[in-house]
């Protein structure tokens, strides 16, 4: 099969067919995803707390984002590989071009930034630069001090109308995808339908245009599973077999259902 790019993902936008992100980090689990037909690999900061034992994503650092995005470049040539710039490596636009060079260079196609409206600028020169963006908006990790807990972000009507708002500042911007997280089903619905780039729900339910999943939460590795998670390998036999499940059941618009969404 074909290499996946952007022009795949926002056909897909375009035709109405769903696909499937995974945040994971290593070679093996790349190599396993792609076999499994997943589109989009995510090198998630996540790894600070899935992989390397911290309660939070603040401490992860580009050397440990580099040494896990080239991990899973040696793993899969065909999926997009999409890298997380860390906490405060992109405060500055001047820092932001800085570091998604390196991110670029360890073998991503695409870097990923978590915020709205002051992202802007950011998006716009990284793109000009020949560098795609995914943004990240409703519950944004790096913020978790701001936000005093990870919680559902979006619930009342002031929050909600400041992502729409958001997600179209960076559409116009040249933001090339965006990850929603923990936001109200109908809200994610909104800002899908009011956007050109694809977005990636993940607690968002089911109307966008992909999910992501983190690999931990999938083989059921994560001590409290996020309500908006799934165990996929408890029905499948091994571990591809899981990974196939997850993606047959986000295309077959089975997955996410009522009880990983948030009303
Ligand atoms: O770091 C990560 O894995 C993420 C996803 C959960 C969207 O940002
Ligand atoms: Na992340």
Partial sequence: ??????????????????????ALYDAPMAAMARKSGVEVLLVGDSLGMTVLGYDSTIPVTMEQMIYHVEAVKRGNNKSLIMGDM????YATAEQAMVNATRIMQAGAHMVKIEGGAWLADTVRMLGECGIPVCAHLGLTPQSVNKFGGFRVQG??????????????????????????ECVPNALAAKVTAAVS?????????????????????ILGLTPQPPKFSKNFLVEAEDIPGALRKYV????AG????????FG
């Fill in 155 to 180: 619930r009342d009507q002031a929050q909600a109308e400041q992502i729409l708002e958001d997600a179209k500042l960076l559409d116009r911007a040249g933001a090339d995808l965006l990850v929603l």
């Fill in 248 to 251: 047959a059941d986000v295309k």
């Fill in 1 to 22: 099969s074909q290499p996946i790019t952007i022009n795949t993902l926002r056909k897909m936008k375009a035709e109405g067919d769903k696909f499937v992100t995974v």
């Fill in 254 to 261: 089975m997955f996410p259902d009522e009880s990983h969404t």
């Fill in 197 to 217: 780039m694809p977005t990636i729900g993940i607690g968002a339910g089911r109307d966008t245009n992909a999910q992501v999943l983190v690999i931990n939460d």
């Fill in 86 to 89: 860390p906490f405060m490596t």
